[in-house]
T-cell receptor, first 109, second 119 residues
Framework: LAKTTQPISMDSYEGQEVNITCSHNNIATNDYITWYQQFPSQGPRFIIQGYKTKVTNEVASLFIPADRKSSTLSLPRVSLSDTAVYYCLVGHYFNKFYFGSGTKLNVKP | DGGITQSPKYLFRKEGQNVTLSCEQNLNHDAMYWYRQDPGQGLRLIYYSQIVNDFQKGDIAEGYSVSREKKESFPLTVTSAQKNPTAFYLC??????????????????FGPGTRLTVL
């Protein structure tokens, strides 16, 4: 079970780019890297997923180096509504995803 | 409008009582999951089901039970054997257990949650 290490919290200001790095040293060959966002008292919501290199969608980018032992979620031009907890998950099956404590992002005006 | 629903949103239980949390999905997903979340913590897997009439224990199954008689429904019963049941309970579903299908990514969808408080 590939566990992950993320910063407990981060602060940012509106309009800035935010990069959250996740360490997953024991990632397996067939594991994917997935990021979720969770607002208070709500269920998590999928943000992005990747296996290697770079993945981009309409809300975020995911950078994965060649050794895949870490990954970085990039949120461009954050707003107050991006204040949430962000989880980095590594696994091959959903029932093996490990939800740690995540990174609490606080966006300030 | 497809999605996953949980009811009730808030639930209060007296010690020693069993209580059942509802989870329904109309996404035609085969796999369903129950997670528990304590304040300031991540999610922990209680039970999961790959297909109708089949379910498996997760990391913290003790004191909980589930059934999967219909594809769209996966109710969770919190029994009196669960020592510390006060928590936020989340149900989720996905097309299968695998995040990656033959062509596209299979996303895990979460419900809005049920907050259970034991009085």
């Amino acid at each position: 079970l590939a566990k992950t290490t993320q910063p407990i919290s981060m602060d940012s200001y509106e309009g800035q780019e935010v990069n959250i790095t996740c360490s997953h040293n024991n990632i397996a060959t067939n594991d994917y890297i997935t990021w979720y966002q969770q607002f208070p008292s709500q269920g998590p919501r999928f943000i992005i997923q990747g296996y290697k290199t770079k993945v981009t969608n309409e809300v975020a980018s995911l950078f994965i180096p060649a050794d895949r032992k870490s990954s970085t979620l990039s949120l461009p031009r954050v707003s107050l509504s991006d204040t949430a907890v962000y989880y980095c998950l590594v696994g091959h099956y959903f029932n093996k995803f490990y939800f740690g404590s995540g990174t609490k992002l606080n966006v300030k005006p | 409008d497809g999605g996953i629903t949980q009811s009730p949103k808030y639930l209060f239980r007296k010690e020693g009582q069993n209580v059942t949390l509802s989870c329904e999905q109309n996404l035609n997903h085969d796999a369903m999951y129950w997670y528990r979340q304590d304040p300031g913590q991540g999610l922990r897997l209680i039970y999961y089901s790959q297909i109708v009439n089949d379910f498996q224990k997760g990391d913290i199954a003790e004191g909980y039970s589930v059934s999967r008689e219909k594809k769209e429904s996966f109710p969770l019963t919190v029994t009196s054997a669960q020592k510390n049941p006060t928590a936020f309970y989340l149900c989720a579903s996905s097309i299968s257990l695998l995040p990656r299908g033959a062509i596209t990514y299979n996303e895990q969808f979460f419900g809005p949650g049920t907050r259970l408080t034991v009085l």
